[in-house]
């Protein structure tokens, strides 16, 4: 028998939203461009055969999106100025600490609004001596503190009394160090993203690229839910948004949902009716350090293998979950993210052949929904 939580179960969040891309007013680009940490995207694609050419396609791009990891980076490189002038203001920098637990250790990210954020300890907070404001998820003794350093005003340079402050607490009065996962994209195409790497390389730190990590799972003869997109309710002719999140959640997970283990006895989860027989149902995950740039050509990957069915019927639906980070200091945009219980942090997008699509937003117990 499984113990019970101490605090009890965790409180965690679950928005919807339906909308259509064509909608001017559909939020889908503004929740991929301020979802800057994702660590996984799971797609699910009932039907499909273009697995392969995906798998081909997402390899191209990863020679594009490269990302790096960079061992023992002292804080303070990040306020240096041919840094900041090179790279901060030049393009969209996605930068996130790696091997750190958000409640309890200090954390670091730098956004593509050139924010520098500092995820730090009481203890850190008091000896780093610059002004900060307590978690939103703190108790009446706070333990964690957030600092946000805003690194693109002109006013923001050497000899100025706000920038030579910085620079001394992080530099000489603390001494932070994180390992870091980074990513650039240059806003001039001819200048090489991977001129971030070299950069840090000519410091003496040690820098090594992060490659992607590429899983496909086929099932064969599975049973997939009857969805319409006008349909969010469960009805006698197609399931609704919960049985159809539950059915995502379990293909996701690798649970067999064939048609031959329906009376499983290690699973006895069913797909939710009215279901279709579908002869091979494609799960790909791909595991990495994903920005904007690559959830949104993810998505729209999905959606041109769904709509491109549409006169053949093929590919009545799709889906693309992006997972963050659980340990990252956001979720979306400049919400302050945590972890407690559980981290959960994650969009999901069913799209279908019409372009409409469905949207789930899942947040943790220390989260601020939209």
């Known amino acids: 028998m499984a113990a019970p939580f101490a605090n009890g179960a965790p409180n965690s969040k679950l928005v919807f939203e339906k909308s259509s891309f064509d909608d001017p007013k ?36 990863q020679d594009q999106q490269v990302t790096y990891l960079i061992r023992d980076v002292p804080v303070h490189q990040l306020v240096d100025k041919e840094f900041i002038e090179a790279f901060v203001k030049k393009g969209q920098l996605y930068i996130l600490s790696q091997r750190r637990h958000i409640d309890t250790h200090n954390c670091a990210a730098v956004f593509p609004t050139g924010h520098l954020l500092l ?66 994209n240059p806003h001039d195409e001819k200048i090489c993203a991977s001129s971030v790497s070299k950069f840090f390389k000519s410091k003496g730190l040690v820098v090594s690229p992060v490659p992607w990590c590429v899983q496909t799972q086929w099932q064969n003869k599975v049973r997939t839910p009857v969805l319409d997109s006008t349909v969010v309710t469960a009805t006698e002719d197609a399931c609704g948004r919960a049985e159809a999140w539950e059915w995502l959640g379990a293909m996701a997970c690798g649970i067999d949902l064939s ?16 279901s279709g027989s579908c002869p091979r149902c494609c799960v790909l995950s791909v595991s990495g ?82």
């Not at 981290?343 to 947040?363: E, R």
């Open 26 to 61: 559909s939020s889908h680009e503004r929740v991929l461009n301020t979802k800057y940490f994702t660590h996984n995207a799971s797609i699910i694609l009932p039907y499909s055969s273009s697995a392969a050419q995906l798998q081909f396609e997402i390899s191209e791009i």
């Open 259 to 274: 048609e031959s283990c329906a009376d499983n006895y290690i699973s006895t989860l069913s797909c939710p009716t009215p």
């Open 289 to 370: 350090f994903f920005t904007p740039v690559t959830t949104k050509w993810l998505l729209e990957k999905v959606r041109n293998e769904v709509e491109s069915k549409q006169e053949k019927n093929k590919v009545p639906w799709g889906s693309v979950t992006f997972h963050g980070f659980q340990d990252s200091p956001v979720s979306v945009g400049s919400r302050e993210h945590g972890f407690f219980q559980e981290g959960d942090n994650l969009h999901s997008f069913l799209t279908f052949c019409n372009k409409d699509y469905w949207l789930y937003s899942a947040y943790g117990h220390h989260d601020l929904c939209q």
């Open 119 to 184: 995820h730090i300890t009481k203890d850190t907070y008091e000896q780093l001596g610059l002004e900060g404001k307590p978690s939103v998820f703190s108790s009446l003794k706070p333990t964690k503190y957030v600092v946000d350093i805003d690194l693109k005003p002109d006013s923001f340079t050497p000899g100025r009394k706000g920038y030579d402050r910085v620079l001394w607490c992080l530099k000489d009065r603390l001494g932070l160090t994180f390992d870091l996962l980074i990513s650039w």
